[in-house]
């Protein structure tokens, strides 16, 4: 028996039980928003300004030129039909961190007086993007486990 056939035969034999999960290359906000069609009901791991108030929890850019001036996703959780991220995240840091030298030309973390980081700050979230009937654009994740904060480099 040659190698080959030896290979052949384990991944065949142990294939389907070496599942391995994706690496993760996350979108940012405004290509979301400005390729909506492409995005629409689909499972995406998108990045972007975090912002955490009364009102709700969104990421966004604060410009996307163009059409959309702004881009924003509403996160909406959905504990039970939202996709389930992988087991294990593994994101592509080095594309995240070149799309990221681009976002921060044009968007920037809020500076509040009384200090708290909470309400602004650069995240990854895992979900699936979907418009709803009040015309916003959505991320439905599963829950605080779907989103991945980073500090900016």
């Excluded at 391995?20 to 996350?26: G, I, R, S, T, Y």
């Excluded at 996703?73 to 594309?95: F, T, V």
């Excluded at 650069?122 to 979907?130: D, I, P, Q, S, T």
């Amino acid at each position: 028996m040659k190698l080959r056939d030896s290979i052949a035969i384990l991944v065949t034999c142990f294939g389907p039980g070496l599942a391995v999960d994706p690496v993760l290359d996350p979108v940012p906000v405004c290509d979301v928003v400005t390729k909506w069609k492409d995005f629409d009901q689909q499972t995406v791991a998108v990045f972007g300004r975090y912002s955490f108030r009364q009102t709700g929890r969104w990421l966004d850019e604060e410009s996307c030129g163009g059409k959309a001036e702004r881009g924003v996703l509403w996160l909406a959780a959905d504990p039970k039909g939202a996709p389930r991220p992988p087991d294990a995240i593994q994101i592509n840091e080095g594309s995240l961190y070149r799309k990221f030298d681009v976002m921060k030309q044009k968007t920037v973390l809020g500076s509040f007086r009384f200090g708290s980081t909470d309400y602004d700050r650069w995240a990854v979230v895992y979900g699936r993007v979907e418009m709803r009937k009040d015309s916003k654009n959505y991320l439905v994740y599963r829950g605080d486990g779907a989103i991945f904060f980073f500090a900016g480099k």
